[in-house]
């Protein structure tokens, strides 16, 4: 069975300051990993995803991500938080790129 | 980016009722539609892959009995839950794919916020 672990359910950064969201997964064979965003009273939105291809991917909206097999983890950063950046978001993992696994969430406040 | 519409956005029901959400792709017709509860602050459970014209493939532990899925076209899925109770108060979510490719995104609509009185 694969899962994911987001590490801090809350997060908050000084606008300009680096984010970094912790996501850890767990499967039995290598999964295909992803980021999403969820906006007050919206859908979820498509980061960006890790399909086996190159290990450090980059997303929409300046934020990338970095899968680490020997950490187990995919981690999400962005060099500089925008006040827009303010928001729910969620790691996921799939062997197949359909049924998804969640994590718990991690909210990110950004301060001004 | 493709669009993916839930309806209604919110519904107050009394125990025992039954309620129908629906999922529509608007701009894509979508081959697999995926259905999601969430609780507050916890994640998204998946509960059933539903497949245009063919039976829903439940998760593990979701009643079948309880949580009907009918996808009826390939635009349109429906979950009904039936004789609903307070404890199936939740966010459901559904999603939709063009494709089953890994590289075919998956689209989530805005969610269904369910209460049971």
């Known amino acids: 069975a694969q899962s994911v672990t987001q590490l801090g359910s809350h997060v908050s950064v000084s606008e300009g300051a680096l984010v970094l969201l912790r996501c850890n997964y767990s499967?039995?064979?290598?999964?295909?990993l992803f980021w999403y965003v969820q906006y007050p009273n919206q859908g979820l939105q498509l980061l960006l995803k890790?399909?086996?291809?190159?290990?450090l991917v980059k997303g929409i909206n300046g934020f990338e991500a970095e899968f680490k097999k020997s950490e187990t983890s995919f981690h999400l950063t962005k060099p500089s938080a925008h006040m827009s950046d303010a928001a729910e978001y969620f790691c996921?993992?799939?062997?197949?790129?359909?049924?998804?696994?969640f994590g718990t969430g991690t909210s990110l406040t950004v301060i001004p | 980016g493709a669009v993916v519409s839930q309806h209604p956005s919110w519904v107050i029901c009394k125990s025992g009722t039954s309620v129908k959400i629906e999922c529509r792709s608007l701009?894509?017709?979508?081959?697999?539609m995926f259905w999601y509860r969430q609780f507050p602050k916890q994640s998204l459970m998946l509960m059933a892959t539903?497949?245009?014209?063919?039976?829903?493939?439940?998760e593990q532990g979701v009643e079948k009995d309880k949580f009907l899925i009918n996808h009826a076209s390939l635009t349109l899925s429906t979950l009904t839950v039936t004789s609903a109770h307070p404890e199936d108060s939740s966010f459901y979510i559904c999603?939709?794919?063009?494709?089953?490719?890994?590289?075919?995104?998956?689209?989530f609509g805005p969610g269904t916020r369910l209460t049971v009185l």
């Open positions: 999603s939709a794919k063009p494709g089953l490719g890994v590289l075919d995104e998956q689209f």
């Open positions: 499967s039995s064979v290598p999964p295909y």
């Open positions: 890790y399909t086996s291809a190159a290990t």
């Open positions: 996921a993992v799939s062997l197949t790129g359909n049924q998804f696994y």
């Open positions: 701009d894509f017709q979508a081959t697999t």
């Open positions: 539903s497949n245009e014209g063919s039976k829903a493939t439940y």
